[in-house]
């Protein structure tokens, strides 16, 4: 069982930024593929991007250009690093750890953490 903890959520004004971290209880942090998902109230929950294990990344379009993901393996994190933000990206913020072993998925969730962007 792979524990996430995320930290750096809070209350920015519009055209601010935030830095979330996830930080991983595995030692095989470098396999698995990380992500970050948003679920805004009455909304579902949505991928905001994501970094794999060579480090390629991926992001949704209303985010790209904007923010930036980036994994630091010897520390077991994920960053989001979140710039120009606005309202309609107030939501609730998830970290995601994913890996395949053999024939099998693993699939990890963190509790979450509120971004609130006040215009």
């Known amino acids: 069982q792979v524990q996430l903890v995320e930290s750096g959520g809070g209350l920015v004004q519009e055209g601010g930024s935030l830095r979330l971290s996830c930080s991983a209880s595995t030692r095989s942090f470098s396999l698995y593929t990380l992500a970050w998902f948003r679920q805004a109230p009455g909304n579902e929950r949505e991928i905001v991007a994501a970094i794999y294990t060579a480090s390629s990344t991926f992001y949704a379009d209303p985010v790209k250009g904007r923010f930036t993901v980036s994994r630091d393996n010897a520390k077991n994190t994920v960053y989001l690093q979140m710039n120009s933000l606005k309202p309609e990206d107030t939501a609730v913020y998830y970290c995601?750890?994913?890996?395949?072993?053999?024939?099998?998925?693993?699939?990890?969730w963190g509790q979450g953490t509120q971004v609130t962007v006040s215009s």
């Open positions: 995601n750890a994913e890996v395949v072993a053999g024939q099998h998925q693993y699939d990890y």
